[in-house]
T-cell receptor
Framework: NAGVTQTPKFQVLKTGQSMTLQCAQD?????MSWYRQDPGMGLRLIHY???????DQGEVPNGYNVSRSTTEDFPLRLLSAAPSQTSVYFC?????????????FGEGSRLTVL | EDQVTQSPEALRLQEGESSSLNCSYT??????LFWYRQDPGKGPEFLFT?????EEKEKERLKATLTKKESFLHITAPKPEDSATYLC?????????????WGAGTKLIIKP
């Protein structure tokens, strides 16, 4: 098992550009989510999905879109990048039957918006 | 307002010097409290879940405890490989189970 795989690991964008952060897991986890981590702050939930075809907003969804066409993949789209979206982004999934606070994280994607 | 505060922000210890990290929370009702470890450049790694006051969980040199207002992560005789940032998160009643409230973390440095 590769676990949760995120690509790219690093990305630099200009303001207004769009891009997609990829997240894939090979553990057949139904629940997947995207977080952002900023210095001095706790992790913040952007979007989450409880299964293929089902997505919902988290705490900070503005400026981001998601879709879940398969169990394995949960991409995060930045529609028009802004400097405020400079952050480290983590994809996380949950083990079936476990508490929703027990998450398995990817290694992160560091995004810089100039 | 639901809030999770971790202290100290950073802690430097000598190898073998035991100490504790604090996670205090203010929520309307606790469903669960979670501890994670995060190494530099990596994603958080799940450590423990605590559900009710008085509960304790242990793993190697780490022991997590819970009261009605806070949780402690006790580190006994730490080694340099215990150096990491430790995060806590709370699942609160009145919120979606998916909406965890995260602390900002404590950076632990263990010097050999």
């Amino acid at each position: 098992n590769a676990g949760v795989t995120q690509t790219p690991k690093f990305q630099v964008l200009k303001t207004g550009q769009s891009m997609t952060l990829q997240c894939a897991q090979d553990m057949n986890h139904e629940y997947m989510s995207w977080y952002r981590q900023d210095p001095g702050m706790g992790l913040r939930l952007i979007h989450y999905s409880v299964g293929a075809g089902i997505t919902d907003q988290g705490e900070v969804p503005n400026g981001y879109n998601v879709s879940r066409s398969t169990t394995e993949d949960f991409p995060l789209r930045l529609l028009s990048a802004a400097p405020s979206q400079t952050s480290v982004y983590f994809c996380a999934s949950r083990l079936p039957g476990r508490n929703t606070g027990e998450l398995f994280f990817g290694e992160g994607s560091r995004l810089t918006v100039l | 307002e639901d809030q999770v505060t971790q202290s100290p922000e950073a802690l430097r210890l000598q190898e073998g010097e035991s100490s504790s990290l604090n996670c205090s929370y203010t929520v309307s009702g606790l469903r669960g409290l979670f501890w994670y470890r995060q190494d530099p450049g990596k994603g958080p790694e799940f450590l423990f879940t605590l559900y009710s006051a008085g509960e304790e969980k242990e793993k190697e040199r780490l022991k997590a405890t819970l009261t009605k207002k806070e949780s402690f992560l006790h580190i006994t005789a730490p080694k340099p490989e215990d150096s990491a940032t430790y995060l806590c998160a709370v699942q609160a009643r009145g919120r979606s189970n998916y909406q965890l409230i995260w602390g900002a973390g404590t950076k632990l440095i263990i010097k050999p």
